[in-house]
């Protein structure tokens, strides 16, 4: 299975690695005109050999931006809480699944996402159109659906890893091509509508 593929790579990946590409990729993605303009992102935290999101989350937060971040609901669904810096996490085990860092405060609710100017999404690859391929959950399928139903037209961008960008990945009719991939060597834009 693809899934299975990429995750197989960045499992491999060193601590070292990890942390090199994470300063990398917020270098370029605060080089994003639609990140220097933001007031509110809707971001996420990465976990495991994600590529790192904490370093953007900080310089963002430096910059004055509002920052959400999801928190899993049983049903998969996202709700949103502000970073205010690493003390405003909480690490939150759901069930079998990886232990994730969510906000500590105050729920905002699923709609909040509405709000955001930047969405960051989290992938495992991304294709020549802009075509997202995710962990499998549908988490950020709900959120896509939701921005549509709101009419709100975020940036979205994806932060991956160099090699994850390939020609083709699955996708289906509710799915959405991403605007910008951002990478540790640069930047790839697939859309211009944001």
């Not at 601590?15 to 509110?40: K, Y």
């Not at 502000?82 to 759901?94: K, W």
Request: hydrophobic share 45%.
């Amino acid at each position: 299975m693809l899934r299975r593929e990429f995750l197989a790579v960045r499992n491999r990946l060193t601590a070292d690695d990890v942390r090199e590409s994470a300063t990398a990729l917020a270098g370029r993605a605060l080089g994003l005109p639609e990140l220097a303009r933001a007031r509110t992102v809707a971001a996420y935290v990465s976990v495991g050999s994600e590529p790192g999101t904490l370093a953007l989350l900080d310089a963002l937060c430096a910059r004055g931006v509002r920052v959400l971040l999801p928190a899993l609901l049983p049903d998969n669904d996202l709700d949103w809480g502000a970073y205010t810096g690493a003390d405003s996490l909480a690490r939150v085990q759901h069930g079998g699944k990886m232990a994730l860092f969510e906000p500590s405060g105050e729920r905002l609710g699923p709609d909040a996402v509405t709000g955001a100017d930047v969405v960051l999404l989290p992938g495992l690859a991304v294709d020549a159109r802009g075509m997202r391929l995710g962990r499998g959950g549908g988490s950020y399928d709900r959120v896509l659906a939701r921005l549509v139903r709101a009419g709100a037209h975020p940036a979205l961008v994806v932060l991956l890893y160099d090699s994850e960008i390939v020609e083709r990945v699955p996708a289906e009719v509710h799915d959405r091509a991403v605007h910008a991939v951002v990478t540790p060597s640069g930047v790839r834009r697939f859309r211009d509508d944001a």
